[in-house]
Each structure stands twice: as C-alpha cells, then as structure tokens.
T-cell receptor
Framework: AQSVTQPDIHITVSEGASLELRCNYS??????LFWYVQSPGQGLQLLLK??????LVQGIKGFEAEFKRSQSSFNLRKPSVHWSDAAEYFC????????????FGTGTLLAVQP | DVKVTQSSRYLVKRTGEKVFLECVQD?????MFWYRQDPGLGLRLIYF???????EKGDIPEGYSVSREKKERFSLILESASTNQTSMYLC????????????FGPGTRLTVT
C-alpha cells in the first residue's frame, strides 16, 4: 500500500537560514508527488508537484523539491527562509488512476526564529 | 481564480445532533473530497465523489455519509455527532485526470460537546 513518511514533526530554523523538509514515500509505480503548505487557520495550498521529467521541481514562494527514486524521497528545500514561511507542510503521494486520491504524510510544523 | 468554499469556519454542535458540512467549488471539477485533519495524523480521507451522484468510501467513513446532487456541491453529513468527531474538516476538488492537483477549502473547525 502507498504511504508517506515525514520524519520531522517539528523544525525550527532562523530567518535567512536554509531549509530542508524530508519526505519518503512508498509506491509501486512512478509516483505523483505533491507538497502542500497550510498557514494557521487556513486550508492547504499547493507548493509544487512532480509527475515526470526533470527531477528538480520549482514551486511557488521560492521552494523547490527533488525527486530521488533510489531513495524514495521527495525533499522540500528553500535556500533562505522568511518569517512568513512559518506553517505546516504536508507531503502527499497520488494513488494513481483518474481520481488520483492523495495519501498524506503527518506533516512538519515549521517555526521561524527572528 | 480557483475557489473552494465551505459553509462555516467554526461550528459547535451537541452530541447526537445531525450535522451538515457544505462545500462548493466554482471550477466545474468532477472530483470532490472530504478529509478530516487531526494533530499528528495528517489528513485522512473520509469520502470522495468522482462525479455527480457518485461516491466512494475513503479510509475512515464510519459515522459519516455524503451527498452530491449537483456538480459544484459536496455535503458531508454526521448522522449523530459524537465527541470523537471533533476535528478540522477540509474539502477539496480537482479536475478528473491523473495529472491534476487538488484545491482545498479553508476548512471547518467542528467541536462536538
């Protein structure tokens, strides 16, 4: 069965520092992978997605993610974090098929120190 | 611009009440989803609908039902609310097809007392 693991429940970084959020997935075929962000009290917003092609994917707000099939990973990165990036981040894998249901990780809560 | 709206941001109900959560999308999307979100558990799929009057159970359907009479509207029903259904409920929609992402509403924080 498909699954997604986000090993870090909570991460704190200083403003201006680089960020990497980890995501590992379990999926038999080529996965459809997503990163979503949820600001406090809000719904989820798509940051980026990977379906095929270039394994380095650029998203909104200066985020990028790299698909590594050999490691079953899809880690999210940002070179310089801003205070407004404080939020919860969810990695998800699509189950395939026309409806492509999403299986979500448990999320990583990011705190940004001034 | 893509928009998914949910009828209430906050809702307080009593145990045993029948509760309706409404979700409306304006993007003509075929697929719609209901999730609940709990700390440490991420998002779990309750039900989804791949088209009007079509529905399928997700991972945690017990205690819930859904209705999709019109393409733009997907309702989640708690027939007899219980305290363990206190949660954040998120609705999402997407266009049918493998390569499309889900768009989420702002969520409804439901408290059952």
């Amino acid at each position: 069965a498909q699954s997604v693991t986000q090993p870090d429940i909570h991460i704190t970084v200083s403003e201006g520092a680089s960020l990497e959020l980890r995501c590992n997935y379990s999926y038999g075929a080529t996965p459809y992978l997503f990163w979503y962000v949820q600001s406090p009290g809000q719904g989820l917003q798509l940051l980026l997605k990977y379906f095929s092609g270039d394994t380095l994917v650029q998203g909104i707000k200066g985020f990028e993610a790299e698909f590594k099939r050999s490691q079953s990973s899809f880690n999210l990165r940002k070179p310089s974090v801003h205070w407004s990036d404080a939020a919860e981040y969810f990695c998800a894998v699509g189950s395939g098929g026309a409806t492509n249901k999403l299986i979500f990780g448990t999320g990583t809560l990011l705190a940004v120190q001034p | 611009d893509v928009k998914v709206t949910q009828s209430s941001r906050y809702l307080v109900k009593r145990t045993g009440e029948k509760v309706f959560l409404e979700c409306v999308q304006d993007m003509d999307h075929e697929n719609m989803f209901w999730y609940r979100q709990d700390p440490g558990l991420g998002l779990r799929l309750i039900y989804f609908s791949y088209d009007v009057k079509m529905k399928e159970k997700g991972d945690i359907p017990e205690g819930y039902s859904v209705s999709r009479e019109k393409k733009e509207r997907f309702s989640l029903i708690l027939e007899s609310a219980s305290t363990n259904q206190t949660s954040m409920y998120l609705c999402a929609s997407r266009k049918q097809g493998r390569s499309y992402e889900q768009y989420f509403g702002p969520g409804t924080r439901l408290t059952v007392t």
